[in-house]
């Protein structure tokens, strides 16, 4: 079945760039997202892009799809204490495209030191 | 914000109990989605409503069931709870490409 992996683990020094990475099993996979979760709380989309795009900017946000190599990342510009939280990577459709399930990875706890 | 609301925040239920959660999706919205979300790990997919019916189905057995209503909010059901069954649960409302999740129900089961 689809399968998305994740680092477990980054941790940044406050002003530098993030880099957060997912590879994931599914190339048929349309869209693919990011979310954000902090402690306690629900998840809050980043950020998505679609699968015939190689790249999306959104402010901080800048977001790398690699189709060949079904590997997609996440990079955080100037991050900052409050970027601290788990990011958790998503794909969506393929096989079952009547739906849009997501399936997500286990999560990457970012911890951002000053 | 999202829009997403869900009830209760909180509950504690003892093995074999029933417990249904309540989920109101973002105005506009007539898909809703439920993820189930243990301790350390990414949610999983239980089920999806779309205007009113089942729209595909994870991996979780019968005991979990549910209903969306004419308004597009949904419950969740889950029958003889067991202890594996702790976990926060997610529902998500999405009208075309972006879901938008609900604060969550944390689900404790002694």
């Known amino acids: 079945g689809e399968d998305v992996e994740q680092s477990l683990f980054l941790s940044v020094r406050e002003g530098d760039s993030s880099v957060i990475n997912c590879t994931y099993t599914?190339?048929?996979?349309?869209?693919l997202y990011w979310y954000k979760q902090e402690p306690g709380a629900g998840l809050q989309l980043l950020t998505y892009i679609f699968s015939n795009m190689d790249m999306k900017q959104d402010q901080r946000l800048t977001v790398l799809l690699n189709k060949k190599d079904k590997h997609l990342s996440l990079r955080i510009a100037d991050t900052q204490t409050g970027d601290s939280a788990i990011y958790f990577c998503a794909v969506r459709g393929g096989t079952e495209s009547n739906t849009d399930k997501l399936i997500f990875g286990t999560g990457t706890r970012l911890q951002v030191f000053p | 914000e999202t829009g997403v609301t869900q009830s209760p925040t909180h509950l504690i239920k003892t093995r074999g109990q029933q417990v249904t959660l309540r989920c109101s999706s973002q105005?506009?919205?007539?898909?809703v989605s439920w993820y189930q979300q243990a301790l350390g790990q990414g949610p999983q997919f239980i089920f999806q409503y779309y205007r009113e019916e089942e729209n595909g189905r994870g991996n979780f057995p019968p005991r979990f069931s549910g209903l969306q209503f004419p308004n597009y909010s949904s419950e969740l059901n889950v029958n003889a709870l067991e202890l594996d069954d702790s976990a926060l649960y997610l529902c998500?409302?999405?009208?075309?490409?972006?879901?938008?999740f609900g604060p969550g129900t944390r689900l404790t089961v002694l």
């Open positions: 599914d190339s048929s996979s349309t869209y």
């Open positions: 998500a409302s999405s009208f075309a490409v972006e879901q938008f």
């Open positions: 105005s506009g919205h007539n898909t």
